[in-house]
């Protein structure tokens, strides 16, 4: 079966500038995360969909950062405007329970 | 709070060596353990994982037991190889813990094998 797919692979931006990133779960996956990776540090979760509802946000700044879930397949991640700590590797992830979480080869945000 | 402690790297070791990487976690349920690899490059992948005490995940010659009296989840390897050099992340997940499932990870060990 197909991955997780994630796009871009790579984006370098400016700060105040806005991105996006965009994933798509595998197939009848319900659960979609998404996870900021700072380098040198492990995966921090910023948002939980169940279908196109969320779940969890609670490590989402909310300020800045945005996501949604259109008829809870795909998946959209914003910020707008961009900072320079925001510089990390943007990951996605789909399950179909709660044990096993597969992941997207990520995006890695340049903040200049 | 739900939290993952493990040994900081990088570890360097000689092709055929044995690999320990520790991993201690802190919970408030019975949350089900993880290890996630991350190869240059790559996403991560899970390696394997234990749901329930005394468990023992297995996976590519790698294993690791989930012990609840030492809260502990160490990885093991009995000889590396040059493809096993990666970053390899401990998690926990804890559904019945309030945080819906979600994995909490450990800062990751950076393996390098040389030949």
């Known amino acids: 079966e197909a991955g997780v797919a994630q796009s871009p692979r790579y984006k370098i931006i400016e700060k105040r500038q806005s991105v996006a990133f965009w994933c798509n779960p595998i197939?009848?996956?319900?659960?979609l995360y998404w996870y900021q990776q700072i380098l040198g540090q492990g995966p921090k979760l910023l948002i939980q969909?169940?279908?196109?509802?969320?779940?969890?946000d609670s490590q989402l700044p909310k300020d800045r950062f945005s996501a949604e879930r259109l008829k809870g397949v795909d998946s959209t991640l914003k910020i707008q405007p961009a900072k320079l700590e925001d510089s990390a590797v943007y990951l996605c992830?789909?399950?179909?329970?709660?044990?096993?979480?597969?992941f997207g080869p990520g995006t890695r945000l340049t903040v200049t | 709070g739900n939290s993952v402690t493990q040994m900081e790297g990088p570890v360097t070791l000689s092709e055929e060596a044995f690999l320990t990487i520790n991993c201690t976690y802190t919970?408030?349920?019975?949350?089900?353990l993880f290890w996630y690899v991350q190869y240059p490059g790559e996403g991560l992948q899970l390696l394997l994982k234990?749901?329930?005490?005394?468990d023992k995940g297995s996976n590519k010659g790698f294993e690791a037991t989930y012990r609840k009296e030492t809260t502990s989840f160490h990885l093991e390897k009995g000889s590396v190889q040059v493809s096993d050099s990666a970053v390899y992340f401990c998690?926990?997940?804890?559904?019945?813990?309030?945080?819906?499932?979600?994995?909490?990870f450990g800062k990751g060990t950076k393996l390098s094998v040389k030949p």
């Open positions: 992830a789909s399950s179909s329970n709660h044990y096993e979480q597969y």
């Open positions: 197939s009848g996956h319900a659960t």
């Open positions: 969909f169940q279908n196109n509802g969320v779940v969890d």
């Open positions: 919970a408030t349920g019975y949350p089900s």
């Open positions: 234990a749901t329930k005490a005394d």
């Open positions: 998690a926990l997940s804890d559904p019945y813990g309030g945080s819906q499932g979600n994995l909490i």
